[in-house]
């Protein structure tokens, strides 16, 4: 493979999913750690993804320069924001996690709601405490310099002392079979917390982000209880998850 269409799949795999290990790259591409090692350095300094230890991030992943024209396939992810919008009622407690597609559903809540937020994303703090009568609490804890949320010890004290209405999950790898999994084991953690805690369970995620499965396991798919897409509903790709019995917006 020469090394443009390397670039190019690397650039895709990070619109996609935001951050991306070497290893994995290499794995698929069948070529050496090196060899990606090379590339990331490359996309680095032309300003086109920022490498971090182990792999790499997308530029619209750093929520300090959040801008509209960086996020990828911003239009369906607004589309899965407004489905998941009308889900909030005033006088919940809800739970949310990082990613552009939850800070386009902060964008869209109304300005009056009141209810209360709790978040481990300190960009989504950040954009919640825009709202004078949204109540938000920032999950304490280690805070993770490349995803910029909290985990650890004093993180999992909190959400075991919570039970709320609705979580809104942030979603990298879904599949039918081996359900919700993800590369970052501390994430991993995070996010069987924040599943404990909470009533009711949406995904949230770019249709593209299905099908897959990475290293480490979150749950089952039984645990979600709605997926939220860009795609109609009814559409063929979601039959197999609508089959399980997972809800559909």
Known sequence: MLKEERHQHILSELNIRNRILLTDIAQKLQVSEDTIRRDLKELHEEGKLKKVHGGAVAKSFNPFSFREEE????????????????????????????????????SLLPKNLRCTFFTPSLPVAMQLAQFPTIETIL???????????????EAFNLLNRLKVDLCFLGTGHLDVNFGLSEFDWEIVELKQALIRSSRKIISLTLSAKINSIQRYKVCDL????????ELDPFDEKLTPFRMSGLTIL
Do not use: F, W
């Open 222 to 229: 039984s645990a979600i209880h709605m997926l939220i897409t």
């Open 71 to 106: 996020i990828y396939d911003r239009a369906n992810k607004l589309l899965i924001a407004e489905k998941a919008c009308t889900l909030i009622k005033d006088g919940q407690a809800i739970l949310i996690t990082g990613g552009t597609t939850n800070l386009e559903l902060i």
């Open 139 to 153: 999950i304490g804890g280690k805070l993770s310099p490349d995803a910029m949320v909290t985990t650890g010890g």
